[in-house]
């Protein structure tokens, strides 16, 4: 981490927190509106040299399970036309401003992941634990989730070798056009990503 981030982080995450307040009532009331109550997502992701904080996100996927096995329906199948809406305007990402503050994540790192893909990282891949997580990273304005998993991991390996002030403000200028453009936001017929089941 070069000099200066963390002020980097918090000079940029607790003025939005408060300018996009009044986004994230409305996102967290839209999904308490489609999943009857529940609004904030919650879930350990392995962050710094992998050890595990909790991220927060919008709810986007209701809890719709099959009827006849009582186990959730596959994501795709209980993500509704407002979660992906919610996921393509990146509201959902909202909450996450608190990891920030609280120095879980960063603004710019790769994005946190699975805790169960831990142990199918090659070495290489798990370079990408060498820097906190971040809202937005290298691999989110090369492709988001329309490339594969080992294209990007070598984009967050790139950055870890790279990480620096100004690789990230350009990467913070570039997301700003990703999420208006709302460009890869999912691969093809996934809500997100196919799950990551090692590299051959």
Do not use: C
């Not at 939005?16 to 529940?38: I, K, M, Y």
């Amino acid at each position: 981490m070069y000099p200066g981030k963390r002020l980097l982080d918090l000079a940029v995450a607790l003025p939005l927190a408060v300018l996009t307040a009044p986004l994230l009532v409305l996102g967290a009331g839209l999904a308490a509106w489609q999943n009857g109550g529940p609004w904030l997502f919650r879930q350990a992701r392995p962050g710094l040299r992998g050890q595990l904080f909790t991220l927060f996100k919008l709810q986007t996927m209701t809890m719709a399970r099959d009827p006849a096995t009582g186990q959730l329906l596959p994501d795709a199948q209980r993500l509704p036309a407002l979660g992906r809406w919610l996921r393509a305007t990146s509201l959902d990402e909202l909450p996450q401003l608190w990891n920030i503050v609280r120095g879980d994540m960063s603004l710019v790192g790769p994005r946190p992941l699975l805790p169960q893909y831990l142990p199918l990282y090659s070495p290489r891949q798990a370079r990408r634990h060498l820097v906190r997580p971040g809202l937005t990273g290298w691999a989110q304005v090369n492709g988001r989730n329309a490339i594969s998993w080992e294209e990007k991991f070598e984009l967050d390996n790139w950055y870890v070798d790279h990480e620096s002030f100004l690789l990230d403000l350009r990467i913070l200028w570039r997301t700003a056009g990703r999420v208006l453009g709302r460009r890869g936001v999912a691969a093809a017929g996934e809500a997100t990503m196919p799950a990551f089941r090692g590299s051959k």
